[in-house]
């Protein structure tokens, strides 16, 4: 069974704040994806990453891929309250064609206090 | 372009009742995925479709769960009988297979449906 690790569980911080993420697995997944899960709403996907090393950024929001492509971070630069809620890394596991599965973590809980 | 459609979006019921979730995917998509997503988890895939027929079904409880997607569109997912331990919310998600293999290859979750046993 492969494994992400998320951490920290649950952050409150302060509008302004900045703020990492982490996600971590003992594998190594074809690519890793960010989700960002609303109360009452399914996980909207934010970005994937694909090569070791890879860094995207989605404006306050900078991912990062591990070189070794089994751990990432989510960094928020200056966190608004719309940025709460719940932020999954998923592990894409493909062989190609319909051969698609993810694997989430148990997610970061984030909340951004006014 | 509609997004994935479930319902109910609430149920209630008592253990050892039957239960049935419906999803409609994305038009055209032809892989649907089942999640269960218990509170302070991330979802756990449940079943995979790829048209109406199966490619996944590992990790689905199948003394008491069932799936169907009878014509490779609609799809309902069924417990009978519910246990406490399927209080959780169900989630729908379907892909398309125009972006295999793609950067913008990605799964679509519905609204999903919340589940309490009582």
């Known amino acids: 069974t492969q494994l992400l690790e998320q951490s920290p569980q649950f952050l409150s911080i302060q509008e302004g704040e900045n703020l990492t993420v982490y996600c971590n697995s003992s594998s190594v997944f074809s690519s890793l994806q960010w989700y960002r899960q609303e109360p009452g709403e399914g996980p909207v996907l934010l970005v994937t990453v694909v090569t070791g090393g890879e860094v995207k950024k989605l404006k306050r929001l900078t991912f990062q891929f591990g070189d070794a492509r089994k751990d990432s971070s989510l960094h928020i630069t200056a966190a608004q309250p719309g940025d709460t809620g719940l932020y999954l890394c998923a592990g894409v596991l493909t062989s190609g064609g319909s051969n698609y599965k993810l694997t989430f973590g148990k997610g970061t809980l984030l909340t951004v206090n006014p | 372009e509609a997004g994935v459609a479930q319902s109910p979006r609430y149920k209630i019921i008592e253990k050892r009742q039957s239960v049935a979730f419906w999803c409609n995917p994305i038009?055209?998509?032809?892989?649907l995925y089942w999640y269960q997503q218990i509170l302070g988890q991330g979802p756990k895939l449940l079943i995979q479709f790829q048209n109406n027929g199966v490619v996944d079904d590992s990790q689905l409880p199948k003394d008491r769960f069932s799936a169907e997607r009878l014509k490779g569109v609609d799809s309902t997912l069924k417990i009978q009988p519910a246990k406490l331990e399927d209080s959780a919310v169900y989630l729908c998600?379907?892909?398309?297979?125009?972006?295999?293999?793609?950067?913008?290859?990605?799964?679509?979750f519905g609204p999903g449906t919340r589940l309490t046993v009582l």
């Open positions: 038009s055209g998509h032809a892989t």
């Open positions: 998600a379907s892909r398309s297979p125009f972006d295999w293999g793609g950067s913008s290859d990605t799964q679509y």
